[in-house]
């Protein structure tokens, strides 16, 4: 349960800011006590996981504080709030949560090592040209810690978006993201009405709201991906009476059954945009918190794949269950591309792969829908949007 605004605003920020202090003033000897610890376990030095997590948790703290103090000096130059919602300060919260997620991304990279390379058509004039002529609504998986803000960030600094994003109303436990996404379009949506037809009118607001610079961010699978989830998603299905949909489920074992109501609501909602498809892998297999400490990515690579459908092409006047089959063909496609890149484990415990047995490492059809694309370059997001 998140707790009211005002307590979240009178505790949690100034505690945030308060931990952050603590920070900068323990962190040489803490550091000192983390290289003891790393010697002591004989830790390889280039892991030093206790000192690379103590690193990225003060960076991570120091921009935490600093997006706070950025935002409270906005709230007061707006007359104590009174113009947030007018374009020129929206633009500048924006511009704090790019400034914010640029701030985590180099953070990860420098202590980490992590990197994100982003496989899409290559940005030729006429592609450029084309992702800046229509808003855009984006589908992702879900899977990982962190998969949110590193799509976010990409949109921020690679498309030059203005992203909304539907998410998880316990985001606003952390105090930056709490303030800057309450004051710009998003959606949160407690855990427990995460049904699609309690927010489905949610997410045709923020849809019908998108301008040529807007990106719409839903997560049609509703959460991160475990065996469980994976196994009611398609007990849900069977419930309602859509056994081709659960046998499709079973056939794509990486990602949970899509919740589409969402989707093809947005769709309907904003009919000009360009739908982009998101696969990734590389964060799969971090579940818990355990999971990240026993199996720190460190030096590791985010592969993902995105694919943009025109709005043209974007199926909107089919007929319902023609649509909802649409965006199956898409997260199938999507599966298959997860299976040529990810080697954790099925819902069984067993090495995952595509429905047919087999990795596939094709990436599923081409920017624009179609059947056999030629991959565009990796993008290296070490530096953010730079071509390797």
Known sequence: MVPPRLVRRLVLAPLAIVVAAAMVV????????????????????????ALRLLSFAFIWLVAETATLFMCLGLWLASGFGGRLHTEPYQSRHYGIMQ???????AAA???????????????????????????????????????SLLLVHHLL??????????????????????VVANRVPNVFIQGRLTGEHLFVAQISRLAGGLDQAGALVLFPEGGNWTPGRWRRGI?????????????????????????????LSAMAACPTADVIFVAHAG?????SVADVWRSLPIGHVVRARWWRVPAAEVPRTAEADAQVRWLYDWWQRIDDWISGHTTGPG??????????????????????????????????????????
């Open 157 to 178: 600094a690679v498309y030059r978006r203005r992203p909304r994003v539907v998410m998880k109303a316990a985001l606003q436990l952390d105090p930056s993201v709490d």
């Open 283 to 287: 964060l799969d297999t971090l579940v």
């Open 347 to 388: 819902p069984d415990g067993q090495a995952r792969t595509d429905s047919h047995g087999r990795p596939d490492s094709h990436g599923g059809p081409d920017s624009h829908g179609g059947p056999d694309s030629q991959h565009g370059p990796r993008v290296s997001s070490g530096g953010p949007g730079q071509p390797e």
């Open 26 to 49: 323990l962190f040489p000897p803490l550091a000192v006590l983390a290289l003891l610890l790393g010697a002591l376990g004989r830790s390889r030095p280039h892991r030093m996981r």
């Open 109 to 147: 990279a420098g202590t980490l090592g992590l990197r994100v390379e982003v496989d899409e058509p290559p940005l030729t004039p006429a592609e450029r040209a084309a992702r800046l002529a229509h808003p855009v609504i984006v589908l992702s998986r879900h899977a990982g810690p962190g998969d």
């Open 235 to 263: 007990r849900r299905l069977d419930r309602m009476g859509r056994g081709d949909l659960a046998e499709r489920a079973r056939g794509m074992p990486h990602l949970l059954p899509p919740r589409a109501g969402g989707a």
């Open 99 to 105: 400034w914010y997620l640029d701030r985590l991304h």
